[in-house]
């Protein structure tokens, strides 16, 4: 008879732990959720750069853009405010980054360069930026490089502003 009541309570306490565990991790999910949230950065991309409605068209088979088809091939292309570098990172899809020409806090009247390394340059202020996702690269740089949507269709690349 004890040994019957013996398993019954632990029966109950089971019962009672397995609820305690599915309370717990709903909790954590929970806050990772709320944190999630609450750390979300906003990009400054659009803080000073005028708005301009646009849509460049790039033929991956044309001479000017045949370093395209390669991953971290690169190219310039005309459009936008002072033009735009278009890159293949070789992930994604499709794999192509384009990236405003114009330096992201509007204070230059050249363009920003890029050579084929990680980093454009804006060639006023020395100010430079990453080829990956547009962020400051240089201290004091709040403002992102402004990043356009890239859609492949076969050999051709449609840019336009997001």
Known sequence: MRFITN?????KLQSFTYKHEIFIMRSFLFLILIVSFISCEKNETNDILPDYNFNITVN???PEFINLN??????NANGAIQGVIIQNTGIGNPPFKAFERACPN?????PMTFDGS??????????EYSIYDGSPQTSGNNHFAREYRVTQ???????TNF
Do not use: E
């Not at 398993?7 to 029966?11: A, D, K, L």
């Not at 990680?118 to 100010?127: A, F, P, T």
């Open 7 to 11: 398993v019954q309570n632990i029966c």
């Open 118 to 127: 990680l980093k454009m340059k804006c060639s006023c202020d020395k100010s």
């Open 106 to 110: 509007y204070d230059c009247t050249t």
């Open 60 to 62: 991956l088979n044309l």
């Open 70 to 75: 390669t991953p971290s091939g690169w190219a």
């Open 153 to 159: 269709n076969g050999s051709i690349l449609n840019i």
